[in-house]
């Protein structure tokens, strides 16, 4: 195929605007799949995707299309996600694509997403075909649109494309216009080989099934490939293509994008952004490759059972293949046993990966209250980054904590404005601007400590703007606080997995709440339970969990007290023995519960 025959672009939006309808139109468009194959979201492949109703994973497809010059083309298409956890799989399809389909819901406008998707596209310099989507429907504001993004993202009127991807509107001109302005990939065949790994998954039978766009050269069954990252060769056992599935050809040639088989087992050794190439005659210097992520959420994952730990493991290692925003490291903890502490870049990745986990491997996990990364300054000068309380110095030993703020830009409904000031203020935000893109929708922009906003904030948006709020963040910079280590203690022992750092005002708040709720969910045990939340020696909040009652004088029928007494005496013993020996069991749904606080 002539490289100039060639089109490589991604759909890029905001969450829910379309992009997998619109991708599942284009699928049938162009003749890829029959009515019979066809499913919506036939490229969210995952069935989380499916029912959560969200994009998970970046999907990769090519279409053969006749334009109406009667030219073949060959397109590459990257179906990206939307929502905001997920922004390192878009920001992975971009650089493997040379346009970009921006996709505008009719109905809800430019949301915070769109617009920092837009950003990223233009960093990398793609041509940007702007689509307003679902037009067929009762309340699109399509004039109101335009305008939006006219005023907002600096986009000629002229160059829209209305459309309705459920029902086929606007597919063709969408087709059309990525042949006429999306350019051909740049590159030549005759230069050694440059293969940029874009992504990979693990397969039982195949080993590591890796995806990469052909920068220059060409792969061939047979070939001594080297990743350069890794320094490792391997000699290429298949090549093929996204038919949607994969499909076996002959060669990938300049330009193309594709997959190849090498019978690699160990997953560390494919990286995304890693340039493979000829072992005969490598290219002398690798590709610019990905910015490397950095997780922003951190927990603890345990397996239920103690035995599960080396599944979980080699489950862990396959999935880190396939997401590479995910980090992972062993540790140990008193009340869990043997688990790993695992990075991620938000709350909905962290259950999207435990899920997974659970689903895909059959594993039984717990997790640990999530937190982010701390930086602690210590008297003597030393820096330190604390992503476990545990790990916490002694107090004594810190000059300051400090806690990653986070710039958020949220695009809201104006008669929404003052109760979202006040969620705001109550989760620490600092005010900067109010923007006003026109007389019904405003851009609020605040800084706020990670910690506040990663767990309910963007449910608690939602809820407060009727649905209409939209919320994008990234990180700024490290500000020092007064922050503390809010300890839980189950019997006077420390229970290490429900340790937490949180602000000192609101330490007291939290202890009772969780120890509350702990209160709620922990089952009876033969013994007492009591429940302490503490900040370094002071005990802050207390509940208390009853024995189970057993009526040891049940059978006692009338005759004297001491009897009766000295059962009650043994009893009150045996108890004691128990709480001195006894291990209080917490269900999942305690930590799960805990996470919400």
């Given at each position: ?213 052909i920068v220059n050269g060409r792969l ?276 290490d997995a429900l340790s937490s750092i ?96």
């Amino acid at each position: 195929m002539n490289i100039k025959h060639i089109r490589n672009f991604c759909i890029i939006a905001h969450i829910d605007h379309g992009k997998s309808t619109l991708a599942d139109r284009m699928l049938q468009s162009t003749g890829a799949i029959t009515k019979r194959q066809f499913k919506n979201q036939l490229l969210d492949s995952m069935d989380l995707e499916r029912e959560h109703g969200i994009t998970i994973k970046a999907s990769a497809v090519r279409l053969k299309y006749t334009a109406k010059n009667k030219e073949k083309y060959i397109l590459n298409l990257i179906d990206t996600p939307g929502h905001v956890d997920f922004s390192y799989e878009v920001s992975k399809s971009i650089r493997a694509c040379e346009g970009a389909i921006l996709l505008i819901d009719a109905a809800q406008g430019v949301q915070a997403q769109t617009v920092a998707n837009l950003y990223l596209a233009k960093e990398n310099n793609l041509t940007i075909i702007p689509v307003i989507n679902k037009v067929d429907l009762a309340n699109a504001s399509i004039d109101k649109v335009k305008a939006q993004i006219r005023d907002m993202l600096n986009i000629d009127e002229d160059n829209i494309i209305l459309a309705s991807a459920k029902e086929g509107i606007g597919t063709e001109e969408i087709l059309e216009r990525i042949i006429t302005h999306v350019p051909h990939p740049e590159g030549s065949a005759d230069k050694p080989l440059q293969a940029l790994v874009f992504d990979s998954q693990y397969d039982s039978y195949k080993g590591v099934m890796v995806y990469v766009k052909i920068v220059n050269g060409r792969l061939l069954p047979g070939m001594k490939v080297r990743f350069m990252q890794a320094s490792k060769d391997f000699e290429l056992l298949e090549i093929g293509v996204f038919n949607p599935g994969m499909h076996k050809i002959a060669s990938l040639d300049c330009g193309m994008v594709g997959y190849f088989a090498a019978n690699i087992r160990n997953p560390k050794y494919v990286i995304a952004g890693d340039t493979v190439t000829d072992t005969r005659s490598p290219a002398i210097e690798s590709l610019a490759g990905y910015k490397k992520v950095r997780p922003m959420v951190f927990c603890g994952i345990y397996p239920m059972n103690t035995k599960d730990f080396e599944s979980l493991r080699d489950a862990i290692e396959k999935l880190r293949l396939s997401d590479s925003s995910f980090s992972s490291e062993q540790e140990s903890s008193t009340s869990m046993g043997y688990g790993f502490r695992c990075g991620f870049l938000g709350l909905l990745h962290m259950q999207i990966i435990q899920e997974r986990l659970e689903r895909e491997y059959g594993l039984d996990l717990v997790l640990t209250t999530p937190g982010v990364i701390y930086r602690v300054k210590k008297t003597n000068g030393e820096i330190l980054e604390i992503e476990n309380p545990t790990k916490l110095p002694d107090p004594h030993e810190i000059e300051e904590i400090a806690e990653p703020f986070v710039e958020a830009k949220m695009i809201i409904p104006a008669e929404c404005l003052g109760n979202i000031m006040e969620l705001s203020k109550q989760r620490r935000g600092i005010y900067i601007s109010t923007e006003y893109l026109s007389p019904e929708r405003a851009n609020l922009t605040y800084y706020f400590p990670l910690s506040e906003i990663i767990t309910d904030f963007h449910d608690k948006l939602k809820s407060l703007t009727q649905g209409y709020g939209s919320l994008d963040y990234e990180f700024i910079d490290y500000q020092a606080n007064d922050l503390v280590r809010l300890d839980i203690l189950l019997n006077n022992e420390p229970c290490d997995a429900l340790s937490s750092i949180v602000f000192k005002e609101k330490a007291q708040t939290k202890g009772r709440a969780i120890a509350g709720k702990l209160k709620e969910l922990i089952p009876k045990q033969l013994f007492q339970i009591a429940i302490q939340a503490a900040v370094g020696n002071q005990i802050i909040a207390r509940e208390t969990v009853t024995a189970l009652k057993k009526n040891v004088t049940g059978k006692c029928y009338g005759g004297d007290i001491t009897r009766k007494r000295k059962l009650w005496a043994k009893q009150k013993e045996g108890k004691k023995r128990l709480k001195q020996f006894g291990k209080v069991q917490i269900p999942q749904e305690a930590f799960l519960s805990v996470m919400k606080i």
